[in-house]
């Protein structure tokens, strides 16, 4: 009889593997009652973002990519305030009652929030991070149908109810063959993943009631006393969250796994996504249908998950540390929340042996397509992946990533850099840690190290036009200053903006700078060229980058320049799909003339 001790690093690949193998056999079919999600939601910030989601998921439903029979909605927030994903969440409830009356109380619903502008992550900044594509597949994944495959099981365990989860995480988890995560108690239902203590300052804290087990399960059923938002490791420590694994001895660990977290000194268990039952949303839509405008950005976990459990107390709604942006209602509309779910349960689904991954910021999105050998093992990521190009050193260490990408033979891409839906010529050479998407690059080029370019398709006044973001991988977007004064303080590529303005030959006025006026950032800047040809935007935006870096001019005077807000409001989804499509069927053209070769 084989060994039932199985490493905790293999049982997750192979579960996860199952997984994505049961997806791709509903991909593309009708599924049964029942097997399936009824409806799957992706919320939007806005009209635009709403219209490119709809573009995608038409495409894929059109290319037989997801399961189908399935109804596949795409909810926008109201134009104004920014009301976070906690505000989308009553959104998609409004919607979801407005569309389907009482029908949606017996409807497995899964909730994804994918309505931010990915400032930290911009290539997924104007088609969505819910499409961000992954180094696997044929046709590459996107981050919907890895959603989708990875909770795969969990529908038909589910009572009707909401699954809610964000566009950039990623849950990998193992259980017993025999064994399924049931979402079938009322109130709240939350997964934990084991973490260190350091993990658990910037996500959720359960602070788990007392068990009766004594010995270590892969999975688990337990109850919330209090959930903790971005705790310090001191508040946790107050609050008994703190685990030691000192407690099992290594003969209890059941089926002979070893926990993921390796056993550290001490960990707690963190916050992914989370279920509520059709009651309780019916209760928050209630709530929503009564306040009317929503003026405040809600955290759905943070706002939520707090007010449940037991030792659940109001004190929180005052604390506005995590918060991004403190408007004047907050803390009384976190109070009104807290009043409404108070009193209600937080169950906890433990999965002991599982792994959470975040990819949000380019710095995640680089560490786990080139460098992270555990997501590669676990997941089957490639580092080419269903692409034309110089073959890929195998091996665990760093390596360039290549996604839907036709690379010359010729050219160099350095480890530690991805290049996605893109061209390169023979004479481009790509130093490491760069992020290459939706680019030709053709003629004689050269990208420094830490290089983030990517470009997008324009649609301007009923012509086709080209601009390409273009800095370094480190540069911080969101970082704003209120006046032109302080604009020394922004920094691009590692160097005073102010600098690069002179190099530029760009003069420091509002008119620099569009939209809000008090807000001045590098997201905002008018500093990319528009140009009517895709390489030939491409063979500026880095022009401007060598610029920087070499400290030679290079104006900008004579191009129309806009910033990346306004790229956004003008970019041209159906150009962009188009041009991956051109790279794709190239690229299957050239495999089945190479199968011909070879049979």
């Given at each position: ?6 490493p905790s690093?293999v049982s ?80 998609a ?13 017996s ?8 309505g ?38 969990f ?22 063959e ?11 239902t939350a ?11 910037t996500?959720?804290?359960?602070v ?73 949303a ?11 405008t ?11 998950l707090?007010a ?12 506005t ?47 786990h ?6 997501l ?21 260490g ?8 036709i ?6 891409v ?17 130093g ?36 390409t ?17 302080d ?8 160097i005073?903006f ?53 400290k ?33 069927l ?10 011909l070769?070879?049979?």
């Open positions: 009889m084989a060994d039932a001790r199985v690093g997750l690949r192979e579960a996860t593997q199952r997984k994505l193998r049961r997806f791709s056999e509903l991909r593309g079919k009708p599924v049964a009652a029942g097997e399936f999600w009824d409806i799957v939601a992706i919320t939007a910030a806005d009209e635009k973002q709403e219209l490119a989601y709809k573009q995608q998921l038409s495409e894929k439903l059109k290319k037989k990519e997801l399961p189908l029979g399935v109804q596949y909605h795409v909810f926008v927030d109201p134009a104004g305030a920014k009301i976070g994903n906690g505000g989308s969440t009553f959104c409830l409004w919607y979801l009652e407005k569309l389907y009356g009482d029908k949606w109380n409807f497995t619903i899964l909730l994804i929030h994918s931010g502008y990915s400032q930290r992550l911009p290539n997924a900044s104007a088609l969505g991070k819910i499409f961000t594509a992954l180094p696997f597949g044929n046709p590459v994944y996107q981050m919907l149908e890895l959603k989708l495959a990875m909770y795969i099981d529908p038909s365990h589910m009572n009707p109810g909401i699954l809610v989860t964000c566009a950039d995480d990623i849950e990998l988890y193992s259980i017993g025999s064994e399924f995560i049931r979402f079938d108690k009322p109130g709240f997964l934990a993943h084991p973490s260190s203590l350091t993990v658990g300052t996500h959720g804290v359960f788990l009631e007392p068990s009766n087990c004594l010995e270590y399960r892969d999975l688990e059923y337990r109850c919330c006393h209090r959930f903790l938002h971005k705790p310090s490791i001191e508040k946790m420590r107050q609050f008994d969250a703190v685990c030691s694994p000192e407690y099992f001895s290594q003969h209890d660990f059941s089926g002979g796994d070893a926990p993921s977290v390796k056993l550290e000194p001490e960990y707690v268990y963190t916050d992914s996504l989370f279920y509520m039952d059709h009651k309780s019916k209760k928050l839509l209630a709530f929503y249908e009564k306040i009317g929503l003026n405040c950005e809600i955290d759905a976990y943070g706002d939520f707090q449940l459990g037991p030792g659940a107390t109001v004190a929180y709604t005052r604390n540390s995590n918060v991004t942006k403190e408007e004047t209602e907050l803390v009384g509309m976190r109070q009104r929340i807290f009043h409404l779910l108070k009193g209600t349960s937080l169950n906890v689904v433990v999965l002991n042996n599982s792994k959470f991954y975040h990819i949000g910021t380019t710095e995640e999105y680089l560490f397509f080139t460098s992270d050998s555990s590669k093992s676990e997941l089957g990521l490639q580092s080419m992946a269903f692409s034309i190009s110089p073959a890929v050193p195998q091996c665990s760093n390596t360039p990533c290549f996604i839907q990408s690379l010359d033979s010729r050219c160099s350095s480890p530690g850099s991805v290049v996605e839906y893109s061209r390169l010529g023979p004479d481009v050479s790509v490491e840690n760069c992020i290459i998407s939706g680019s030709s690059i053709i003629t004689a080029a050269v990208l420094p190290a830490y290089s983030f370019v990517c470009s997008l398709s324009l649609k301007m006044n009923g012509h086709l036009k080209y601009s973001m273009a800095f370094g991988v480190q540069d911080n977007l969101k970082k704003y200053v209120k006046t032109l004064s604009i020394k303080s922004l920094q691009f590529f590692g005073c102010l600098s690069c303005l002179d190099i530029w030959n760009l003069k420091v006025t509002e008119e620099l700078f569009s939209g809000n006026k008090t807000c001045l950032s590098l997201w905002s800047a008018r500093i990319f060229p528009v140009c009517s040809s895709l390489s030939d935007s491409v063979t500026t935006s880095i022009k401007m980058l060598n610029a920087v870096q070499n030679s001019a290079f104006s900008l005077d004579n191009y129309k320049l806009l910033s990346i807000e306004e790229m956004l409001v003008c970019k041209d989804v159906e150009d962009m799909m188009n041009y991956r499509e051109q790279i794709f190239e690229i299957t053209l050239n495999r089945k003339q190479c199968d070769e070879t049979s």
